[in-house]
């Protein structure tokens, strides 16, 4: 028998909480979606007035962000890139997506979870989800 490690509920409520209070502290508006290992969403808050958009956008890259154990950056350099990259199509999954801001959760070498925000800059939306990924290692590390 294989066991896998995730994250769970109580982990989605940490990271949900910290980006809240940093959107709130910096009277921004936006998304964040907390997935399983297998890009399933746990949670999702969509802050009163965010753009209904973002909703789908978070989720799906956080769903991307567990599925490839990598930064949705990183794909979306790699399908804009006319040297290195290829068609996002190849990953033969229409949710993938290439907007930074989803971001996996790395423990031991392994994708256990992956948190995504959107709504504000790409680079805006990084910060914000490293924030989450930090509380959620911070708390487990206890």
Same mark, same amino acid.
Not at 33 to 39: E, K, P, R
Not at 52 to 67: D, F, M, P, V
Not at 125 to 134: C, F, H, P, Y
């Given at each position: 028998?294989?066991?896998? =490690?995730? %994250?769970?509920?109580?982990?989605?409520? +940490?990271?949900?909480?910290? +980006? %809240? *209070?940093?959107? =709130?502290?910096?009277?921004?508006?936006?998304?964040?979606?907390?997935?399983?290992?297998?890009?399933?969403?746990?949670?999702?808050?969509?802050? =009163?007035?965010?753009?209904?958009?973002?909703?789908?956008?978070?989720?799906?890259? *956080?769903? =991307? *962000? @567990?599925?490839?154990?990598?930064?949705?950056?990183?794909?979306?350099?790699?399908?804009?890139?006319?040297?290195?990259?290829?068609? %996002?199509?190849?990953?033969?999954? *229409?949710?993938? %997506?290439?907007?930074?801001?989803?971001?996996?959760?790395?423990?031991?070498?392994?994708?256990?979870?992956?948190?995504?925000?959107?709504?504000?800059?790409?680079?805006?939306?990084?910060?914000?989800?490293?924030?989450?990924?930090? @509380?959620?290692?911070?708390?487990?590390?206890?």
């Amino acid at each position: 028998m294989r066991q896998e =490690t995730t %994250i769970d509920h109580r982990d989605a409520d +940490i990271a949900i909480r910290v +980006i %809240i *209070a940093e959107l =709130t502290k910096r009277n921004a508006l936006g998304v964040v979606a907390v997935a399983d290992q297998h890009g399933e969403l746990i949670a999702l808050m969509r802050m =009163t007035g965010a753009q209904l958009q973002s909703g789908t956008i978070a989720t799906n890259k *956080a769903y =991307t *962000a @567990a599925r490839t154990c990598k930064p949705t950056r990183d794909i979306g350099r790699k399908i804009r890139s006319a040297d290195q990259g290829f068609d %996002i199509a190849y990953y033969g999954d *229409a949710r993938f %997506i290439g907007w930074g801001g989803g971001m996996p959760i790395i423990v031991g070498g392994t994708c256990v979870g992956a948190v995504a925000v959107s709504g504000l800059s790409e680079d805006e939306d990084i910060e914000l989800a490293s924030m989450g990924i930090t @509380a959620i290692l911070q708390q487990n590390a206890v």
